[in-house]
T-cell receptor
Framework: KAGVTQTPRYLIKTRGQQVTLSCSPI?????VSWYQQTPGQGLQFLFE???????NKGNFPGRFSGRQFSNSRSEMNVSTLELGDSALYLC???????????????FGPGTRLTVL | GQNIDQPTEMTATEGAIVQINCTYQ??????LFWYQQHAGEAPTFLSY????GLEEKGRFSSFLSRSKGYSYLLLKELQMKDSASYLC??????????FGRGTSLIVHP
């Protein structure tokens, strides 16, 4: 079974630009969650999508948005990039979502975003 | 608010046992997870506890005390490949996971 894939793996942007990241979950998984990981803040939850609907949202500004398609693939968009958005963006897929106890998440390799 | 504390770094010797502690204060509780993350790689799931007590899985065990807001991950028979960051994460009342900053474990010969 193929794992979670994320594209692109590396990205360099400048302040003010926007960026779209993509995540393909494990086949059969309906939930995709997105996380931001930085040395200073650690791993922080951005949002979760389940069956094309946003189920939960973390404490991030509206510049961060996402969506999920009918095949469960998900995209995350960050508009008006700031220097502080430089981070590793991870997505994780699970069978039935975060609200199901003991529901293991499988993480993708991440997209390393650098904002100059 | 949500707060999760774990030591920043620990060192141990190959073959030894190490215990990584995690204390948490969260609004609501729906379980506690431990993840392992090697440098430059994605986190991988290690364990999940929702009831008090010890869960054993091979060389790794995880303990939870909900009344004390406390968990630990126990690694036995340490191997060099266990050198990694260990993340404690709590699923809060709305099932949003909150992660600790991670404990960097260095295993030396």
């Amino acid at each position: 079974k193929a794992g979670v894939t994320q594209t692109p793996r590396y990205l360099i942007k400048t302040r003010g630009q926007q960026v779209t990241l993509s995540c393909s979950p494990i086949s059969g998984h309906r939930s995709v969650s997105w996380y931001q990981q930085t040395p200073g803040q650690g791993l922080q939850f951005l949002f979760e999508y389940f069956s094309e609907t946003q189920r939960n949202k973390g404490n991030f500004p509206g510049r961060f948005s996402g969506r999920q398609f009918s095949n469960s693939r998900s995209e995350m968009n960050v508009s008006t990039l700031e220097l502080g958005d430089s981070a590793l963006y991870l997505c994780a897929s699970s069978l039935e979502g975060l609200a199901l106890s003991r529901n293991e998440q499988f993480f993708g390799p991440g997209t390393r975003l650098t904002v100059l | 608010g949500q707060n999760i504390d774990q030591p920043t770094e620990m060192t141990a010797t190959e073959g030894a046992i190490v215990q990584i502690n995690c204390t948490y204060q969260t609004s609501g509780f729906n379980g506690l997870f431990w993840y392992q993350q090697h440098a430059g790689e994605a986190p991988t799931f290690l364990s999940y506890n929702v009831l008090d007590g010890l869960e054993e899985k091979g060389r790794f065990s995880s303990f939870l005390s909900r009344s004390k807001g406390y968990s630990y991950l126990l690694l036995k028979e340490l191997q060099m490949k266990d050198s990694a960051s260990y993340l404690c994460a709590v699923s809060g009342g709305s099932y949003i996971p909150t992660f600790g900053r991670g404990t960097s474990l260095i295993v030396h010969p």
